[in-house]
T-cell receptor, first 112, second 116 residues
Framework: EPEVTQTPSHQVTQMGQEVILRCVPI?????FYWYRQILGQKVEFLVS????????KSEIFDDQFSVERPDGSNFTLKIRSTKLEDSAMYFC??????????FGSGTRLTVV | AQSVTQLGSHVSVSEGALVLLRCNYS??????LFWYVQYPNQGLQLLLK??????LVKGINGFEAEFKKSETSFHLTKPSAHMSDAAEYFC??????????????FGKGTLLTVNP
């Protein structure tokens, strides 16, 4: 069964550093998403991406965050200057038209 | 606006016992409701979804959930727990179900442990 692949599984970074979280969605999917889960809290929507542009973003997704699909296969989430409160599990997901999400296994980001 | 409340962050049952995980939702539009399961070190896997057809929804691994509009609930049940059911379970709501682009609003999750 096709999978959404996320790398790395765990990343530790120093506060103020830039991080890029990588995702390889399923090849025929059209819509791409990032969600995050801070430890002990809810899984939260960050951003959706369709046709090479952001279609919706939450209030969490401020100027420190960006997404892109640089080569038509990878889908990346960049955090420009990480803060302690960015420590969370980040999930990538994709869907084809009119179907259910397929989630990746997540990247645990720890900011120290 | 939509929200989900999962009652009980941790539920513990004995193997063979009934599993009941509670979910209540709030939605200003007719909701679409989902249950996801997460096993350790894995992604979120869809168990079942309600999309305004039958109110009793059957999912994978013997789970089912019943949509009760009057109670704004979508509780997840399984008649007999198995050790392999131990995982974290998330209830989620959406205003759509994949017609095009849709986002999910999740609850905090319930960790299910199954005792031998």
């Amino acid at each position: 069964e096709p999978e959404v692949t996320q790398t790395p599984s765990h990343q530790v970074t120093q506060m103020g550093q830039e991080v890029i979280l990588r995702c390889v969605p399923i090849s025929n999917h059209l819509y791409f998403y990032w969600y995050r889960q801070i430890l002990g809290q809810k899984v939260e929507f960050l951003v959706s991406f369709y046709n090479n542009e952001i279609s919706e973003k939450s209030e969490i997704f401020d100027d420190q965050f960006s997404v892109e699909r640089p080569d038509g296969s990878n889908f990346t989430l960049k955090i420009r200057s990480t803060k302690l409160e960015d420590s969370a599990m980040y999930f990538c997901a994709s869907i084809p038209q009119g179907s259910s999400y397929t989630f990746g296994s997540g990247t645990r980001l720890t900011v120290v | 606006a939509q929200s989900v409340t999962q009652l009980g962050s941790h539920v513990s049952v004995s193997e063979g016992a009934l599993v009941l995980l509670r979910c209540n939702y709030s939605s200003s539009v007719p909701p679409y409701l989902f249950w996801y399961v997460q096993y350790p070190n894995q992604g979120l896997q869809l168990l079942l979804k309600y999309t305004s057809a039958a109110t009793l929804v059957k999912g994978i691994n013997g789970f089912e959930a019943e949509f009760k509009k009057s109670e704004t609930s979508f509780h997840l049940t399984k008649p007999s727990a198995h050790m392999s059911d131990a995982a974290e379970y998330f209830c989620a709501v959406s205003a759509d179900s994949g017609g095009s682009n849709y986002k999910l609003t999740f609850g905090k999750g319930t960790l299910l442990t199954v005792n031998p």
